[in-house]
């Protein structure tokens, strides 16, 4: 054997081996996302049906009443706001639309709970609105009827101004796509602008927008802030109150499997919907159709339509929120805020970076070796989405703490040491959780950009000397360092917004500005309660900034 043909097998190995690890790394990363549910799963089945019976028997069916009329709510009014603003901006031309295009995705920046805090500050019994309202009229406190800010309805119309965005974004790319020819033909043939949008544009715009909606719906039986704050019963408020309040862990283990299951229901009909959208247009290639101008009346109403869901879901609240924290006694400048900020920043950072590592890894393997294992990693990596931070926790603690209690039950046997809880509170293992929770957004980012590097690239890259670590550090990184931002930044503000994983599973002693804010205004100190939120809401801007910027860059002529 020559010393040519050695050094090749050499360096034929240790490609192998490179792959081989890469492998194991997206492998493990998808058993990491996976451990939550089937822990869960276990803990439920392990609880025994006396758990079972009294949760039928007392709270499961409120439960699930609330959470099904909320998520309704939620559906139903992001569809409206959504579908409603992307054809406006889409399709009409009425003053301020440029501006719009833009300004309308600007409450996905806001948490759902920061609005609740908001608007209870200036609706609830006590607020300028019910104040003034007295003060004008004389009216006393039992003289009048006023909505109920702290309700279903409150915490849905709060849950539908942040969570709008998703159903806008994927409706207008939609929209945009489609030819005007269809839409032509339809009036052409008799029917009114408004009935050739039911009939020919929002059809053509289904899967997109079903896609949007079940996000928002998936988002909706995953909050923990606003129906916790407003006293709202569902899912996500019972897995708490059983872990902490109760200390029923197979309760909240049952409860997590019951929320779990229809969290992946949901992602499954997610899937099936966008697996099935396959809609050819014929005219796909034709002139797009031209605008329709609105003027006069028209024109502002159009104005009102698209600026109400924008004022009412960003602007105001950053007034409010301002006027909230002048009067607050809360020093961000003082040690123990930028400690909160300091523990924010180190987690949100930390777990964006391991995030964006592990979709890498999934998203490489995926690319690099196509079959059925890394199709399975790259699916069981996203489902993590689909399952609420509350199931995520409790899927984690239940397996690490009965690990960290065997482990010291041994180590005391054996070596008379106590090890506590080594995994069990850590930093690591809420990392773990973030991760979990993120990962489909991260691989979404990656795979996004991972589509416009060409396989020739790969194959020249082969052809020069490269192995398959090397065409990933040399070629797709550089190519991806974009997607990879958008990813790392999406990331790091949803791991600042997340409220019952951190509350759950945080160290002792280590609160971030989410867990002030909740705290705060769970005392009713509302004023504070203003200040971290303000902070999480300016953090959340610049990725907002970013997609505003790309919807920018799609629009049409």
């Not at 609105?129 to 004008?136: A, G, H, P, T």
């Not at 949007?212 to 719906?217: F, H, K, Q, S, T």
């Not at 009412?312 to 020093?331: H, N, R, S, W, Y």
């Amino acid at each position: 054997m020559t010393q040519t043909t050695a050094l090749t097998l050499q360096k034929h190995a240790a490609q192998t081996d490179r792959t081989r690890s890469l492998a194991v790394a997206a492998v493990f990363v998808a058993v990491t996302c996976a451990l939550p549910m089937i822990a869960v799963l276990i803990a439920a089945l392990s609880g025994g049906t006396d758990t079972v019976r009294h949760l039928i028997s007392t709270v499961l069916g409120g439960y699930t009443w609330t959470t099904f009329k909320l998520v309704v709510l939620v559906a139903a009014g992001t569809f409206a706001v959504g579908v409603g603003a992307a054809w406006l901006v889409t399709m009409t031309r009425f003053p301020g639309v440029r501006l719009f295009e833009i300004l309308l995705v600007l409450p996905l920046a806001f948490p759902a709970y920061v609005l609740a805090y908001a608007y209870t500050y200036i609706l609830d019994h006590p607020g300028i609105v019910q104040s003034m309202l007295r003060d004008v009229t004389g009216w006393g406190p039992r003289d009048y009827w006023f909505p109920d800010v702290r309700s279903l309805g409150g915490a849905a119309i709060m849950l539908i101004l942040v969570l709008y965005p998703y159903v806008y974004l994927l409706a207008r790319a939609a929209f945009l796509q489609q030819s005007g020819t269809t839409f032509l033909a339809a009036r052409a043939l008799g029917s009114s602008a408004f009935a050739a949008f039911f009939k020919v544009s929002l059809p053509l715009a289904r899967p997109a927008i079903a896609g949007g909606v079940l996000l928002a719906v998936m988002e909706t039986i995953a909050d923990f802030g606003t129906v916790a704050y407003f006293g709202v019963q569902t899912f996500a408020t019972g897995i708490y109150t059983s872990w902490f309040s109760l200390y029923d862990r197979a309760g909240a283990a049952q409860l997590a499997l019951c929320l779990l299951s229809v969290a992946l229901l949901l992602a499954m009909l997610e899937r099936v919907q966008r697996g099935k959208a396959k809609y050819h247009d014929p005219a796909k290639r034709a002139p797009s159709m031209p605008p329709i101008r609105l003027q006069g009346f028209a024109g502002i109403a159009a104005l009102l339509l698209c600026g109400i869901p924008v004022i009412f879901g960003a602007v105001l609240p950053v007034i409010i929120l301002f006027t909230m924290g002048l009067g607050a006694e809360q020093d961000l400048l003082s040690p123990r805020y930028l400690g909160f900020m300091r523990n924010s920043v180190t987690l949100a950072g930390v777990a964006a970076v391991v995030t964006v590592i592990g979709a890498v890894c999934v998203g490489f393997f995926r690319r690099l070796r196509p079959g059925r294992l890394s199709r399975g990693a790259a699916y069981v990596a996203r489902l993590g989405y689909a399952v609420p931070g509350g199931v995520i926790a409790v899927g984690l603690m239940v397996p690490f703490a009965a690990f960290d209690n065997a482990l010291d039950a041994w180590m005391r046997a054996t070596f008379n040491i106590s090890t506590g809880l080594l995994i069990t509170g850590s930093i690591w293992l809420l990392v773990a959780a973030y991760m979990v929770r993120f990962m489909a957004a991260a691989l979404g980012a990656y795979e996004g950009g991972q589509a416009m590097v060409h396989a020739n690239m790969d194959a020249a890259a082969r052809s020069l000397g490269e192995g398959p670590m090397g065409t990933l550090r040399r070629v797709h990184l550089p190519i991806l360092a974009p997607s990879l931002l958008t990813a790392l930044l999406i990331v790091f503000v949803d791991v600042m917004k997340e409220l019952p994983a951190t509350l759950i599973m945080r160290p002792f002693n280590y609160d971030t500005l989410a867990v002030q804010a909740y705290r705060l205004a769970s005392d009713e100190r509302l004023g504070g309660a203003a200040v971290p939120s303000l902070v999480i809401v300016a953090m959340g801007l610049l990725p907002v900034i970013l997609i505003c910027r790309q919807v920018g860059r799609g629009r049409r002529v």
